[in-house]
């Protein structure tokens, strides 16, 4: 099923950034990234050492933030405190989103709705439904029970 591979996307911390690839991707030099990772901010993964650095898609994503940071004005060192704690909280949203997504559907290249799946407190489903035109989230709850048309959710919505 296609949602399998979406949560295991959204638990996949193997994709492999090369350290040029990362320096352009971010804006931050090759030199930059290989004095934070002296520092301990950030680490490449063990290749052979005749290769050049590889980062982890968390590396990844933490670099950017700290470098957003950095753009607002926060030492490296209060930078990196920051985007620690922004990366904990993303670890935690991905591994819950992972296990709770059920459905994803797509409508009129405009429309995105999400099932998060049955409540067991009252037998009914949640559906989050995004509006790219708008950037609008409207919130559905509908019985298990009830054949869910998700064109009639956005027509609601």
Same mark, same amino acid.
């Given at each position: 099923?296609?949602?399998?591979?979406?949560?295991?996307?959204?638990?996949?911390?193997?994709?492999?950034?090369?350290?040029?690839?990362?320096?352009?991707?971010?804006?931050?030099?090759? $030199?930059?990234?290989?004095?934070?990772?002296? @520092?301990?901010?950030?680490?490449?993964?063990?290749?052979?050492?005749?290769?050049? $650095?590889?980062?982890?898609?968390?590396?990844?994503?933490?670099?950017?933030?700290?470098?957003?940071?950095?753009?607002?004005?926060?030492?490296?060192? @209060?930078?990196?405190? @920051?985007?620690?704690?922004?990366?904990?909280?993303?670890?935690?949203?991905?591994?819950?989103?992972?296990?709770?997504?059920?459905?994803?559907?797509?409508?009129?290249?405009?429309?995105?709705?999400?099932?998060?799946?049955?409540?067991?407190?009252?037998?009914?489903?949640?559906?989050?439904?995004?509006?790219?035109?708008?950037?609008?989230?409207?919130?559905?709850?509908?019985?298990?029970?009830?054949?869910?048309?998700?064109?009639?959710?956005? $027509?609601?919505?």
């Amino acid at each position: 099923m296609i949602y399998n591979h979406l949560k295991e996307l959204l638990k996949n911390d193997h994709l492999l950034v090369g350290i040029s690839e990362l320096s352009e991707l971010v804006g931050v030099s090759p $030199r930059q990234l290989r004095y934070w990772e002296t @520092k301990g901010f950030i680490q490449s993964v063990e290749t052979d050492s005749t290769g050049p $650095r590889k980062y982890r898609l968390p590396t990844v994503d933490k670099v950017e933030i700290i470098k957003q940071y950095l753009d607002e004005g926060y030492t490296l060192t @209060k930078a990196v405190e @920051k985007a620690t704690a922004h990366i904990q909280k993303m670890h935690h949203v991905r591994k819950v989103f992972s296990k709770c997504i059920k459905e994803i559907e797509l409508f009129d290249q405009r429309y995105t709705a999400i099932s998060f799946g049955d409540f067991k407190e009252d037998d009914s489903q949640i559906y989050i439904i995004h509006d790219d035109e708008t950037d609008e989230l409207t919130y559905k709850i509908v019985p298990v029970a009830e054949n869910v048309d998700i064109k009639e959710l956005i $027509r609601e919505a």
